[in-house]
C-alpha cells in the first residue's frame, strides 16, 4: 500500500510516500522567509505553500520511484495549525484524492508527532502500549497517555508559552535568529550548563509554565547587560547551556511525575523540540538510571515532516477510516480528538 503524506500546517511545505509502514520519500521544503521577521507570517506561510506544494508532491512521488496512479490513499493535515497554510494542503489533498478517485484520510498533526514512531525503520524499537508520549513542538507541551493509535489523553500540559517557544523567544533574547531552538542547542554543547541558574516555574504536577522562566532570562539579561554590555557575545555559549538546561530540567521532573502517577515506564518523545540533543542524552541516561524504556525518533522525524502525516494515514487506512470530500481544514485541534 502506498500513502501520500501532505504536511502544511505551520511554515514548512512536506510530501512523503510510504509504502505500508516503510518511508520512500520525506521532502521538506523549509520556508526561510520568516527568519528576517523573527516568527512566523501567516500570510508569507500560506503564500509559499501555494507556490511549494506541486514540486514538493511531484519530488516525493518521484523519489518513491512510483507514479500517483500506484498511489492506494492521500494523508493530509487537517489540523491544528495556520488556517491558511492548512487550506493549501487541504484543498490540494482533496482534489488529488477525487482525480484518483482514492481514499481521502484527513490526520490531527498532534496524533502525527506521536504517531512517527510507528515508522518503520531498520528494526529500531517501537513503543507498546500503553506508553507515555512527552509532545514538545512549537505551540504544544503535554504529557500523553496513549492507550492506542487514536486513543490519547492528555494528562498534563502548558498553562502558557509551550517549549518551543520558550526556546524560540529566549533565542531571541540573544539576539539569535527565529527559529533559535536550534542555535541554543549548538552554543549550549560548548557551554557550561550550570554558569547560570534560573528558577523553575511552580505548577500542578504534569503540568508546565514556560513564560515565567522567559521573565526572568530577560531580566537577567538586561540586568548584566547594563552592567558589561559585551555581556551576551562573552558568555553565549554558557547562556545557552544554563537555559537549555533549566529547560530539560523542567521536562525531565514531569516526566518522573509522570511515570509516578501512572506506572507507565514506556516514554517517548516527539515534535520539534525532541530534535534537542540535551532531552535526547537525558532521555537515554534515564534508560540506566530509572529503568525506562525511552523512545526517541530520528532526527527527520522531530520537526515537522509529512512523513508522520503518511504514517497515520497508513494506519487510519488499515481500519478503513476515510474522511469525506466535505471535510474541512482545522485550527484548533485536541491531540484526543480524531480528526
Ligand atoms: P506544533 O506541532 O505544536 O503545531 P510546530 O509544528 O510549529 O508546532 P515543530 O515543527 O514540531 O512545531 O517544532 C518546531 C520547534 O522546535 C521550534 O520552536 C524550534 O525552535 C524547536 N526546535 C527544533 N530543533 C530544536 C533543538 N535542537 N533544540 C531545541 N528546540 C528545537
Ligand atoms: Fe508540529
Redesign the pocket.
Known amino acids: 500500500v502506498y500513502i501520500l503524506g501532505i504536511e502544511s500546517?505551520?511554515d514548512d511545505t512536506s510530501a512523503s510516500v510510504i509504502c505500508n509502514n516503510k518511508v520512500q520519500s520525506n521532502v521538506v521544503a523549509n520556508q526561510v522567509i520568516h527568519s528576517k521577521y523573527g516568527g512566523v507570517v501567516p500570510e508569507l506561510a500560506s503564500r509559499a505553500h501555494q507556490q511549494n506544494i506541486v514540486p514538493v508532491v511531484q519530488q516525493a512521488i518521484e523519489q518513491a520511484g512510483i507514479t500517483k496512479e500506484n498511489l492506494s490513499a492521500i494523508a493530509f493535515t487537517r489540523g491544528?495549525?495556520l488556517m491558511g497554510s492548512l487550506l493549501v494542503g487541504t484543498s490540494f489533498a482533496k482534489s488529488l484524492a477525487l482525480g484518483l478517485q482514492i481514499p481521502l484520510i484527513d490526520v490531527n498533526?498532534?496524533q502525527a508527532?506521536i504517531l512517527s514512531h510507528f515508522i518503520e525503520d531498520d528494526g529500531k524499537k517501537m513503543p507498546p502500549f500503553p506508553f507515555i508520549c512527552l509532545t514538545i513542538?512549537?505551540?504544544?507541551t503535554q504529557i500523553v497517555k496513549v492507550t492506542n493509535h487514536f486513543e490519547m489523553e492528555v494528562l498534563g500540559e502548558t498553562i502558557d508559552d509551550?517549549v518551543?517557544?520558550a526556546?524560540?523567544k529566549s533565542a531571541k533574547i540573544l539576539g539569535l535568529k527565529y527559529?533559535?531552538?536550534?542555535l541554543?542547542?549548538k552554543h549550549a554543547k560548548l557551554g557550561n550548563p550550570k554558569a547560570f541558574q534560573f528558577t523553575k516555574p511552580k505548577v500542578g504536577d504534569l503540568d508546565f509554565s514556560f513564560s515565567g522562566l522567559k521573565t526572568g532570562i530577560l531580566y537577567f539579561i538586561q540586568k548584566q547587560v547594563r552592567i558589561n554590555p559585551n555581556f551576551i557575545e562573552e558568555n553565549l555559549n554558557d547562556i545557552c547551556a544554563s537555559i537549555q538546561y533549566t529547560i530539560v530540567e523542567i521536562l525531565m521532573d514531569k516526566l518522573k511525575n509522570a511515570v509516578k502517577q501512572t506506572g507507565i515506564k514506556h516514554i517517548a518523545i516527539a515534535?520539534?523540540?525532541s530534535?534537542?540533543?540535551e532531552i535526547r542524552a537525558r532521555l537515554q541516561l534515564a534508560e540506566k538510571h530509572f529503568g525506562w524504556t525511552t523512545y526517541i525518533p530520528k532526527f527527520e522525524y522531530t520537526?515537522?515532516n509529512a512523513a508522520m502525516i503518511a504514517i497515520t494515514g497508513y494506519l487510519k487506512y488499515l481500519n478503513n477510516d476515510y474522511s469525506d470530500v466535505s471535510v474541512t481544514a482545522k485550527a484548533r485541534l485536541k491531540v484526543s480528538e480524531n480528526a
Open positions: 500546517s505551520c491544528p495549525g498533526h498532534m508527532h513542538s512549537g505551540g504544544h509551550a518551543g517557544e526556546f524560540d527559529p533559535g531552538g536550534p541554543i542547542d515534535g520539534g523540540v530534535a534537542n540533543s520537526t515537522d
